[in-house]
């Protein structure tokens, strides 16, 4: 029996089960090139642009920073009464953000943690931060607020207009002329430069997480209700996708944008936007047999990683096939997951504080 | 839509969820749970913003945020600002026993509940225990007749408090409980002074545990009727005259039925017909017009008045009464004869007061078809799951020698086969908590299924 994912207007149950794990893949490993513990829960992780550092927010409020990725040792950077949310590293790789339920937003120096800056944002968790691709202006989400900051000098360009409810996800477009967040109401467009405005792409339910696609023609947003939502810009003609087991919280696009890869459940779908989606099926790469936790795409290559509950990593390549190339054990249960930029290794964060460096080797399927 | 089911070897945390409204004490009770040496870790979610540390508690700051799905379905709505606090909580390193969340006076516990049901994420690491309701045994009559919410409170309540019950007398608090219990007759009612009680009617309730037993009231599933009073009258055929003199109420429901014969069990049986034919739409019958045998009346009794009834066949009838004959005077007329009832029953009333919550409880004997109680219980949730608050069962099920329980939140249902029934004697135990419920309709359903 085959799942039924599909873009609406198809037939949206979602189906079971399959000859899961029946494809030949070696043999599940750990052939691991580093692990890391920071000793907490690890909500968010980000590599610096030169690919050496990678910044780590934990539940418990600790912001660290693993200089030399892989080869340690954890710095601790500040920490976020009640919870770390987010992290970024800026892009001009020398600055580290962060946001947690204490209501800040942080400011570090890769370099020494001395000039630390706290900023207040008022009686809201500061739930995502995001740098614009050209570095110069920080984006931050509090409670049902935006703003925007001058990234070098931290002082405000604008309070963007509150939204109806609290902002889940938070992104710049590729080009950096949009800043997309969502919230239960749709995904707001926010111009983050004068005159600042904003445009609704409006869904009736609540949108959790985002991903543009990499020419910035497509907004895809996962939603609470099982589904994801995508609007083809500039028009914003929508449409969506269903069939989902669980909230959709994994979206990533393919370095050409022909792909679009969700979770939502144990298997992974990609969506073929060269075709379709609409009217077509999507792609199921099954073997998880837990829910997918993170997905993420190499920058220039080919390879699709994912993590679940069932603790494996494993990695794709679409053009060879529906089957894993390669599975991985990991120690602990993964949280998320993030290539460095030179897509040599895979940062994988854990439940129990573990950072897992890993440099995937394909094997001929 | 299956609640994932509830196994023995649950590591979920369980939660308590507070409602109640201003003033009823629920910040009181709150501070007891948090200085309280129960031994337990416990984190409070609140709704003011803001975390506090007491000792080695926690308390967080929550802002109603209620996400619908967009099928508009209620059955369908979480708490996203739950949501986010819950599976944010449930990270860090620092393990609770217990969660409590408060939820604001005016806030709808549908919505509240349902996240632990609906949110995948909340479902995996936490489990509802139990709906705690406070009410302000001053003030709680008034907040019942101005608002919905302070309804819906009573209604979802698994243990409903009592509270500053010292400010109140016996009789008011009797009849308080009364009232309550003809809203909700699954919960159990507790008077407080102060919120003052034992934190065991709070914490650990098992409120939506199947494996703990069906604790209802036994006095509240003695069945309750449309109708005051029942009397059997031997009647010749031909002309009587049915005289009212004007009474409390405008208008008075009555039915007349011929009986089979004059054995007992056909009044019982009477009984059980009435109070099918009671929750029939009438139309007033005014002074001067026929009371028709087998059908159902809305008799003008506004002024005094007369209505005509024809007895085709001799024999025996009963005759049922929305209010006590006494208060209208009625009588039975045959020419200038005076007709006494052989014998009479005064029934236990249903509604005391105009509430449009209410509960109704089925209890009986019997096995049932487990495919035509499936069918019935599946229906009535889709159909009528928005006005149904809660629902619990315990039922007798043909061949199988296990009791099946099941629960219900809105359309979201729990069922399981628990316990052996060994020396107990079979039965089924039914509750139903909602707005606009037909006892009739639901005890036709459930006589259906009846093997």
Redesign the interface.
Known sequence: MSERRSVTGESAAPGGGGARQAAAVPTARVPLHARLDV???V?ALSWSPDGRAVAVAG??GGVYLLENAADGPVRRLGQH???A?TVAFATDGAHIASGG??GTLRLFTRAHTASERTLELP???TGQVAFSPDGRQLAVAAGRRIVLYDARTLSVLNHCALLP??IEALSFAPDGRQLAAAF?GGVMLQTPYAPFGQRLLP????CLALAWRPDASVIAAGG??A?VQFWRLPKGRQAAMHGFA??VRELAWNRTGRWLATGGGDDVALWDFKTGPEGCMPRNLRYHDE?VVALGWQRRGGWLASVARDRLLLIWDPVRGDAPLAAYRLLSSPTTLAWSPDDQLLAIGG?DGEITFIQPEAKAP | MPIQPTTPTDSRVPVTVLTGFLGSGKTTLLNRILSENHGKRIAVIENE?G?VGVDHELV?GAEE?I?????GCIC?T?R??L??ILT?LM????RFDYIVVESTGLADPGPVAQTFFM???VRDRLKLDAIVTLVDAHHIESQLEHAMEAREQIAFADVILLNKADLADEAQLTRLEQRLRSMNGQAKIVRTQQASLPLEHVLDVGGFDLQRALLVDPQFLEAEYPFEWGGTFDLESGAHVVRTAAGPDPTMKLHLRRLDDALPTAFESAVEQALRRFSDPVPVTECGESIVEGRLHRLDVATDAQFALHIADAGRYALFTEHLPEEFDLALWRGNALIAPTSEREFKPDHEHDDTVTSVGISQPGDLDSTRLNAWLSKLLRDQGQDLFRCKGVLSVQGDPRRHVFQAVHMLMDASAERLWGDTPRHNTLIFIGRNLDRGALLSGFEACLA
């Open positions: 000793g907490e829960h909500i539940a418990d009464v009640g919870g949310l339920q204490d009686e809201s968790w409810a609290t239960y869904w009736t339910g609540a609470q209700d589904s669980k909230k829910p439940e | 913003f975390e967080i945020e996400f619908e799905m967009n099928n369908c979480v996203g600002d949501i986010r944010n990270k860090r390193r620092e949110d995948d994420e």
